[in-house]
């Protein structure tokens, strides 16, 4: 007689058949067994290291883990469910309340908000805005006990002086935590220049195919120990394990993609820098080229740029005539994509962060550059018609 319940709910696998297989495997489970009472005990008083939750850790996320830390140069790596998951677990992990964080604005408008919410914690913050890395240190105050930043940064993608942050910052006990995710650990290693804490949105490029959302956080193994403990196992976003391996496999493409995107953003930058329909064009490739060549090993494709007297039928004229690049959230996947920072209801905000009325976000993917460039030229054309420049 069939045992119908043992067949439908038996996982074991024949070993010998499946010896080696060539993507890694994903352990999709939430919990492990132990193997008797005394195996409980050793794992639970520390005798012995299982996995034993998928929340507290999983093998085919150590497998992302190990790779990540591996890339930027760290001791240890943890995964999360989003790059916010990221932010958060850090800088709830690390700070205390009465401390201070400063957190220089033009990061992506999350983290700041995420930072600004600790005052309810009795956590304060300065949001603040410089134009050299040395400002930063005049809203530095006893209390501070962390810099937070990204280089570059969002929207304007300007650059700061790693290692001017991290001599002031070691001197002085605060922690220094970038994102590095405009980067990738390919672009840019912030850890070898003194940085604390690296995080990445893994939504982005290291996902690289935009379908799936994560985060990760690389420092030495006691700083991830804090976050882990606190930030990850207590708040609880880790990354699932099929997002992990989805992870895993953009890592595999990561480099080809990068170089092939570097490629791209020289040529329509080169193509776009003179054109006098954009007022402005923000990145690294363009503008502080010095601090770029001193931390950076490549270009990534995300810039900004401002169209010139752009009024909101600009706009929706340059917009709704792109046909290679999408209206959406988001970038690193292979997909081209644009983001206008006016949002109908947010001058203020842009006020606030400098932005001009006609400032985009644009995500350069993977299509041919000449199709890209044709697009972009065609939606200027198009939106210009008519208009004095
Ligand atoms: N960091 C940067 C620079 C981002 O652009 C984003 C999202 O767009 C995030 C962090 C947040 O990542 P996630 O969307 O994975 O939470």
Known sequence: MKDIQNICTSIEVNDQKMSNPVAPIIVQTSSFRFENYQHYLDVNCGKEEMYSYTRDGNPTTAILEEKIAALEGGEKARAFASGMGAISATIFSLLKQGDHVIVVNTVYTSSVKVIQSLKKFGIESSVIHVNETQEIFDYVNEQTKMIYFESPSSQKFEMLDLKQISNFARKRNIYTVIDNTWSTPLFQNPLNHGIDVVIHSCSKYIGGHSDIVGGIVVANKEIVKTIDEYGAVLLGASLSPHDAWLAIRGLRTLPIRMKSQQETIIKVLDCLKNDSRIKKIYHPYIQQKELASTYLNGYSSLFGMVLDNATPQIIERFVNHLHVLS????????????????????????????????????????EDSNLLINDILSALDYAYEGEEI
């Open 327 to 366: 209206l959406a959230y988001s970038w690193g996947g292979f997909e081209s994509l644009i983001l206008p920072a006016f949002k109908g209801n947010n001058e203020e905000e842009m006020k606030k962060r400098g932005l001009d009325l006609g400032h985009f976000r644009v995500y350069l993917g993977l």
